[in-house]
């Protein structure tokens, strides 16, 4: 054995020492931990959708919750405000896919979202279930798709970020009847097709 390789096996053998002996079943879901995440949700579990890639936990979900980004509302009891869409948390630049087929909204038709959704917030238009559904995707930095343009499923149409999100890179998904401003928000999470990841 030359002088170099006798060197590379004993750093190899001290590196393994380094590598913790984690049971897969106590292997960390795959994403890292943004320290800005906060949950406002008992649900530990990681989900799979077909609008982003990879495995991720939702952070706060639908409707009245404790976070400090809403504003108080009057449906929610003691300080809490009302979230109008789903926040999944995932780390930034993960690839987020159209889980239905649809087209692209132009930035200036009516109930355009506003600056608390990021710089390059946008809408999907869909039909699904009988009904034709605004789906907002806030906080992307990247956007792949252009106003009009027509998506099809799987279509990779942006990536994660953290604009307009003093929270972490996550998606902000949200749901609306046609045309319909924020405060037309209906409960999202069917159209979000989650699926609860297996967890050993
Ligand atoms: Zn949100």
């Known amino acids: 054995m030359t002088r170099l390789a006798a060197a590379l096996l ?3 053998g001290s590196l393994s020492l380094l590598v913790p002996a984690v049971p897969a079943t106590l292997a960390p ?3 890292a931990d943004d320290p800005r995440w906060e949950f406002y949700t008992s649900d530990h579990h990681a989900y799979r ?3 982003f890639r990879g495995a991720h936990r939702i952070m706060i979900g639908f409707g009245c919750n404790a976070s400090p980004w809403y504003d108080h509302d009057p449906r929610c009891p003691g300080t809490q ?4 869409g789903i926040d999944v ?3 930034c630049g993960t690839p987020i896919h159209a889980g239905l087929a649809g087209r692209v909204l132009s930035p200036s038709a009516p109930g355009a979202p506003g600056p608390a959704y990021g710089v390059h917030p946008f809408r999907l238009r869909v039909r699904a279930d009988g009904r034709t ?3 907002v995707i806030g906080h992307a930095r990247k956007v792949f ?8 499923v799987g279509q990779r149409i942006a990536l994660a970020s953290d604009s307009g999100a ?6 902000h998904f949200e749901v609306r009847p046609k045309g319909g401003g924020y405060t037309t928000a209906i409960r999202p999470r069917r159209w979000l097709q989650l699926t609860r990841q297996a967890s050993d």
């Open 81 to 84: 405000g009302f979230h109008h």
């Open 49 to 51: 959708s077909p609008w």
């Open 89 to 91: 948390a995932m780390d």
């Open 145 to 152: 798709v252009k106003p009009g343009q027509r998506v099809r």
């Open 133 to 135: 559904l605004d789906i």
């Open 166 to 171: 003093p929270d972490g890179c996550h998606l």
């Open 10 to 12: 004993s750093m190899l």
């Open 29 to 31: 879901v795959a994403y």
